[in-house]
Every structure is written in structure tokens, then in C-alpha cells.
């Protein structure tokens, strides 16, 4: 059974506004004058060629980065030393050197919670993602995809508002994507907002809803996905579809 995200005592996180921002690493801009609002509900998907920004796009909002130029803003701004209200899971998970378990209630406690409630939370956060029989394993001696789903059961223990994914099935086999795109449309099914980096186009379509297209740092193109791959409104966009953009 889904656990949905509980509703909120507070002013919802989202929208998340982002006016103007810029993001530089010395004289590189990598970001550049990106205005967008995501929005509660709909799925969202980051798209664009190698270099194109989206992975600093996902840090900037996920508060990893402070944009150079601009600003992001919460609806309601998260306060300083209390549980995150929104998580981010990598390419490559960071895991603790702690057993499947271990890992998520070791997260649970970082985020504040009582230590009575973690091991039932951890329990059905790794049932959710099908890892429940393996509880007690080293997270070090999981497969890829088993990684992959620990972080992302780890992420969804948290009951966050928004869900960051940074490629979470680039290194893995067919198999193992279809697992973690199962977790990842529960995880959205239970309420919380997905906004989703993939290089993967069958990916994009399967777990998108409207797609965000960035070329060289700049927000060119938005719209709902299935428009997007059918009738792409920029050229920018139309030649990434057709494997035309060289590699930045």
C-alpha cells in the first residue's frame, strides 16, 4: 500500500519560482537567465544535450548551489535546521557504509526523526521499493539497481513535498530501469511532485508530463510532453530530437 505524503501543517513548498537565475564556475556560464515557475502535481522533465545545464539546473533548485545571478524562491521557504521538505537522489547514490536498513534509518534520524518511529518508517520505506527481504544486507553488496531503489527509499522515508532525480537509471540495465521507474511513478502516484533529469527520450515520455528543454545553459523550450516530442516549437529542440547537437 502507497503511503501518501502527509498534508502539511504549513504552506505548501511549491511553486518553486526561479527568476532570472544565472549559475558561473569561474568565467563558464553554465546557466543563463532562467525564468520558470514548477508547479504541484505534474511531472516534470529536464532535457537537453551533454553541457546543457540541467544537472546544475536540479542543484540550483535543490539548494546546492546559490545561483550567481537571479533567485529561487519557495512558496513557503524552508527553515533553517528543521527536516528537509524536499529530497534529491544522484546518478550515483552516496549510501552509508551501513546495511540497507541502516542506511535509511540513519537518514531518518539526520532529518530529525523520533528514533521510536524510525525502524517501522525504514521498514515500509524498503518494502515500497522491494527491498524489504533484504533489510540486513551492506548497502556495498546490492546490485546497481538495488542501490538505486535503497536511495531512493531512503528519499521517500523523508515524506518530502519534491523529489529531485539526477539520471537515477543512466548506469543501469533495462531491468533494473523498469524497477526504478516503477518506484519512481509509486513515489509520484503518493503525492510528491517528481522533477526528473534523464538523458533517456523513451524515459522522458514514460515518466513526463511536461518537459523543460535546456540548450547551453538557457531555457528555450516548455511544454507538455507529448507536444514536445511531437511538434518541438524551437529548432534547438527539434535538432536534439533528431541527434543533430553536438556534444558540449
Known amino acids: 500500500m502507497l503511503e501518501p505524503v502527509p498534508a502539511p501543517t504549513h504552506a505548501p513548498l511549491l511553486p518553486l519560482t526561479l527568476e532570472g537565475v544565472g549559475w558561473a ?4 556560464l553554465l546557466l543563463a537567465d532562467i525564468s520558470a515557475i514548477v508547479a504541484p502535481g505534474s511531472r516534470t522533465v529536464v532535457l537537453g544535450a551533454n553541457g546543457a545545464g540541467k544537472s546544475v539546473l536540479l ?7 546559490r545561483p550567481t545571478t537571479g533567485s529561487v524562491r519557495w512558496n513557503t521557504p524552508e527553515v533553517p535546521g ?3 521538505r524536499q529530497a534529491m537522489v544522484f546518478q550515483r547514490p552516496v549510501l552509508f557504509r551501513r546495511s540497507a536498513m541502516g542506511n535509511v534509518t540513519f537518514a ?5 526523526v523520533a528514533r521510536s518511529e524510525r525502524q517501522d518508517r525504514a521498514r515500509a520505506a524498503l518494502a515500497r521499493v522491494g527491498l524489504g527481504a533484504l533489510a540486513d544486507r551492506p548497502a556495498r553488496l546490492l546490485s546497481g539497481g538495488e542501490q538505486q531503489r535503497l536511495a531512493l527509499a531512503r528519499a521517500w522515508s523523508l515524506q518530502p513535498e519534491v523529489l529531485f532525480l539526477d539520471e537515477p537509471t543512466a548506469n543501469l540495465d533495462p531491468g533494473a530501469t523498469r524497477e526504478v ?4 511513478e509509486a513515489i509520484h502516484r503518493a503525492g510528491t511532485k517528481i522533477v526528473l533529469v534523464t538523458h533517456n527520450l523513451g524515459q522522458a515520455r514514460r515518466l513526463g508530463d511536461e518537459v523543460l528543454f535546456l540548450d547551453r545553459g538557457r531555457l528555450v523550450e516548455r511544454a507538455p510532453v507529448d507536444r514536445f516530442f511531437l511538434q518541438p516549437a524551437s529548432a534547438e529542440a527539434a535538432a536534439f530530437l533528431e541527434g543533430e547537437l553536438p556534444w558540449t
Open 82 to 84: 528543521a527536516p528537509r
Open 108 to 112: 531518518l534520524g539526520l532529518a530529525g
Open 25 to 28: 564556475a569561474g568565467n563558464q
Open 181 to 184: 521507474e516503477a518506484v519512481i
Open 59 to 65: 542543484r540550483v533548485c535543490h539548494g546546492l548551489l
